[in-house]
């Protein structure tokens, strides 16, 4: 289908109200792109400019090597599919598939065949002749899919497009874009959510926004076991990543580290310099990742303060908090019942360690 390339991209308002900056990005053929950050970090603005509902206003944009910056969007090759449905209610499906064909001027085999096409793979066929009001909202969105596909375009744009199903019509509409991905796997698609549980179940690769620029790219799990700073680290992964203040003990291929809040030292698999001794960081441990420990080293120590049992794990809510006034989070498989009140030591697998210096992972240094 198409290769996209932005290169330097930027997005202001005027003078001074800068939204997007320095954005370098390359999505080839068959990739289905997420991008996922806080609200207001421009990930919604930088999907409209890449269809032409926003000027670009720094750097270009190149689809499968042609300039697209001045290009008008029905020229581009791209279809979107809004947050909103935007059917025509006085129209069937078909009528409503079949409308950009029309306009396009197709005869009415080709607008027929492309129809019924998209109609399968949406398995919408026996809907073609309801008006949207006798439909779901499930399957008004994937009318609003279908209208995209007719068209067959190089690029498919998702602006939020779940945001308005419920919780499970979510998660059936969700895993019915994966299996639409899986029959069109050339297609190249680039989809906005705020549901990082979408963004890592869908993803080829995931871009992260935020303070106007790309935080990190990556395949979901990259995300997940190899976040590049404290933000990543935070924002992919419910509930968030713990922070937990330290200091590093012993360095080589192995690092040990001394928590404020824990005892002795704990390893982390994690190579440091010898100049990184007395180094002062924040351990990374995910909730999950956590467990409880008798050993004399551990990573930290507090009475639970609240309890959720929701069935499969128990979550601990500690009364003491890490930097920033966060809470810690501990979340055990199975049920773990009469622990409220009680103190806990806790800790985690070398292998599960991450350390941040500045806010970034030591990983990822020179």
């Known amino acids: 289908m198409a290769n996209l390339k932005l290169t330097d991209v930027g997005k202001s308002y005027g003078v001074g109200v800068e939204v997007l900056k320095n954005i370098d990005l390359d999505i080839t053929t068959g990739e289905l792109i997420v991008f996922v950050g806080p609200s207001g970090c421009g990930k919604s603005t930088l999907l409209r400019m890449i269809a032409g509902l926003e000027k ?103 602006d939020e497009p779940l945001s308005n199903l419920d919780a499970s019509l979510r998660v059936a509409t969700r895993i019915e874009i994966a299996q639409l991905k899986e029959s069109m796997p050339n297609s190249t698609m680039i989809y906005v959510t ?51 203040a330290g200091e590093i003990v012993e360095t080589g291929e192995v690092t040990h580290v001394r928590l404020d809040e824990g005892a002795g030292a704990i390893a982390a698999n994690i190579p440091t310099r010898d100049s990184d001794k007395g180094m002062k960081v924040n351990v990374g441990i995910r909730p999950e990742d956590m467990v409880t420990t008798d050993d004399e080293n551990y990573a930290f120590a507090g009475t639970v303060e609240i309890t959720e049992a929701l069935g499969e794990v128990t979550q601990l809510y500690f009364a003491k908090s890490g930097p920033e006034n966060a809470a810690i989070i501990a979340k055990l498989p199975g049920i773990h019942t009469g622990v409220r009140g009680t103190q806990l030591k806790m800790t985690a697998d070398a292998s599960k360690l991450h350390l941040f210096a500045n806010g970034h992972s030591l990983l990822y240094r020179d």
């Open 56 to 158: 670009i206003t720094a750097g270009e944009l190149l689809i499968d090597g042609d300039r697209m910056n001045d290009v008008p969007p029905a020229q581009r090759g791209i279809a979107m599919v809004f947050q909103s449905y935007a059917l025509y209610p006085h129209m069937t499906v078909r009528d409503n598939m079949a409308f950009a064909l029309k306009l396009a001027k197709k005869s009415p085999s080709e607008i027929d065949e492309a129809v019924g096409r998209a109609a399968k793979v949406l398995q919408l066929d026996e809907y073609l002749d309801r008006l949207p009001k006798a439909l779901s909202g499930g399957q008004r969105q994937r009318v609003a899919i279908g209208r995209s596909i007719v068209r067959d375009p190089k690029v498919y744009l998702f």
């Open 194 to 244: 705020h549901d990082q549980v979408e963004a890592m179940t869908l993803a080829s690769r995931i871009v992260v926004l935020a303070n106007k620029g790309i935080a990190q790219v990556g395949s979901p799990l990259e995300l997940y076991e190899r976040p590049e700073n404290e933000f990543v680290a935070q924002f992919i992964g419910s509930p968030a990543m713990n922070l937990l």
